[in-house]
């Protein structure tokens, strides 16, 4: 069955620094996945997807992710984080079949320090 | 594009209680889904629809839930005789037909079983 684990529950970065978010799927054939954010109280943002091609991604605030099948990761990157990124972080994976659900990880949360 | 619209965005309801809640998808979107966001973890799917077809159920919703898209627009989940373990945060979102094409969520409703 298809599953996403992000191992970092929570990771605190100051503001201006580098950021990467790991996450690592399960999944039998060619994975398509999702990074999404989510603000408190708010619901989700898709931040990036990756279906197939360059498997360097970009996606929207300045995000990017690298897609690397040897290590089954989409890990989430930023070169200079704002303290306006500070949120929840979700991996995702597109269920195989017809619904095309969503399987999510935990989330990983972001706090910015000055 | 107005984005997913979910209402109410609170709910505060004594256990017992019948509760509903409506998602205005996308208008263009055929496919809707309903997920369910307990606290610290990721939304897990609950339901998906195809246009007014509900076409998978989890097992997670139980027979106290039911999900309705009539006329396939607007959908409605309500929750019978609901108890602590319904609160949580549930979550709609709607996708254009077409493989893996990204959902677009909805800000939620926060249900709270007193």
Known sequence: ?114 | DTGVSQNPRHKITKRGQNVTFRCDPISEHNRLYWYRQTLGQGPEFLTYFQNEAQLEKSRLLSDRFSAERPKGSFSTLEIQRTEQGDSAMYLCASSADGSYQPQHFGDGTRLSIL
């Open chain 1, 1 to 114: 069955a298809q599953s996403v684990t992000q191992p970092d529950i929570h990771i605190t970065v100051s503001e201006g620094a580098s950021l990467e978010l790991r996450c690592n799927y399960s999944y039998g054939a060619t994975p398509y996945l999702f990074w999404y954010v989510q603000s408190p109280g708010q619901g989700l943002q898709l931040l990036l997807k990756y279906f197939s091609g360059d498997t360097l991604v970009q996606g929207i605030k300045g995000f990017e992710a690298e897609f690397k099948r040897s290590q089954s990761s989409f890990n989430l990157r930023k070169p200079s984080v704002h303290w306006s990124d500070a949120a929840e972080y979700f991996c995702a994976v597109v269920h195989g079949g017809a619904t095309n659900k969503l399987i999510f990880g935990t989330g990983t949360l972001l706090a910015v320090q000055p």
